[in-house]
Each structure stands twice: as structure tokens, then as C-alpha cells.
């Protein structure tokens, strides 16, 4: 799976965040304008380059945008290491979006997290392993993150909704320090605002066999990036660092776009954090 930013995004990002002009940006990395815009637009840097001008300037880190452009990308995630986690994404148009679910072995009581564009396949996977819908868990209320939950509440009507929207009625509402059992696992919360006001970060904990914690991100944060957050940006930086990056380094992390990761590669190899 591609990552969910290319370099050009990243830069653009950066960039229009910084407000900073792209000619002042081209000035720094070491080419012309029109390269610049190309390499914005393509993803494809030109030689040579000064990526840690670049990054100083944009306020991210060169080297690492240079690594990625040159070819880093996250181990694959064994997903075996927790029996009892699906992904499921779903397309619209030329985007797609992670949703989750996950169960407990022995109950089978089951919690979906997000619904992506199309409740169906999260529908046909509760049925064919024969769960229990409890909880629905939204990371954030953006429309591709929630777009199967009516059809979702319809089929289990009886399964909690939980969100940290100001607009979800007050018993949907994530409580602080509240904790979710789900027979033997247990989920928890972490407020992770920035790219959405709502945006909270799921930690689902005390797996079988001692698997790592699993951390389900919405868009605060993606393999090699984060969501867009404008003038959200310094905020949405440091809830990551207090909420995701305290976790293990071994806590998968499961964004709402793109391939999954773990917090320990994200903090050596993330170009929004040094």
C-alpha cells in the first residue's frame, strides 16, 4: 500500500501551514520555481537538493523527507500477532479510508472503529465470524470516517456509539478516563485534536498472548505524515508527541489512511518530528 502522503503533499502541507510563499521555499531548497512547483505537484525532487534548508525552513525534518523519498516505508504489520483485528477499507472516488474491528476470542462481542465510506463489508465480516456489535468508536466525525454508521446503527442498534464530537448526544460522548471492556481487551482514550476539533485516539490494550497495545489514529497521524491541520498545526504536533508517541515503540498504529505503522517508526522515521 502507497503511504497515505507523497513527498509533495508533505511539502505542501509544510508549506501552506508556515504560509510560507513558494518562491521563498525554492530559494531555500536550491532550485527555481518552476522546479519547486514540479516537485510540489510530482513528488519528484530534482538533484541536486538542499533537503535540510528545505526542512529548517518548513519547519520539518530534511533528512528524513529526503529517506522517505528515497524510498522508506514501514515494515509490514504481521496482523497475526492479533488474531482478532481486521482492517477493512473502502473506497470513494479516488479515495480510500481504514476502518477496524475488533473482538474479543471467547465472547465474540466485537467493537468497530470508524465505518469508512460503506458499511457492507464490515457487516458481512461481523456475520461471518459471528460477533456481537457492542461499540462503535469514531476517531474523528469527518464524513469518510462516518459515512457507513447510519446503515452501521440500523443493522445493531443496541452497539454504544462512542465519539468526542460536541455535537454527539451527551451518553455517546468519550468520558475522561473512561475504559471499555470488551471481554478480555480493554479500550481506551486519548484526545488527539488538530486535523479534526473531535479527533481522539483509540488504545486497544491486553491482547492474547501479550500482543502490543493497538493505537487507531483517524488522521491525526499516518506512516510517514500526519492529517492536514493549517493554523492546528503546533497543536496538533504536540498531541501526538504527549498522546501516541508515549505509547510503546512497539504499538501498531492504525491510521485512517494508508498502511499501517508502528510509534517506533514513526518517531525515527516521521519527517514532522525530530
Known sequence: MNLEDSIGDILRKARTSS???????????????????????GGKAPAPLRWEDLGRLLRIHGGRLQRQHEGWRPAP???????????VTTQDDDMSVNAFVA??????????????????????LLRENQLVLRHVFITHSHADHVAGLASLREHHPRARVHSSSRNAPVDQRNRPNECVQLGSLRISHRETPGHAEDGVTY????????APHVAIVGDALFAGSIGGAREHLDLARQR???????LPPDTLVCPGHGPLSTVGEEQVHN????
Open 240 to 246: 501526538i508527541r504527549d498522546q501516541i508517541f508515549s
Open 271 to 274: 519527517p514532522w518530528f525530530d
Open 203 to 210: 488504545v486497544v490494550g491486553n491482547w492474547p498472548e501479550d
Open 103 to 124: 473482538w474479543d476470542e471467547v465472547t465474540r462481542d466485537a467493537a468497530v472503529f470508524d465505518t469508512g465510506f460503506d458499511a457492507a463489508p464490515l457487516l458481512a
Open 77 to 87: 504489520a504481521d496482523l497475526s500477532r492479533w488474531r482478532e483485528l481486521r482492517v
Open 19 to 41: 504560509q510560507t510563499a513558494a518562491e521563498t521555499a525554492a530559494h531555500a531548497a536550491g532550485i527555481s520555481l518552476a522546479d519547486y512547483q514540479a516537485f510540489e505537484n
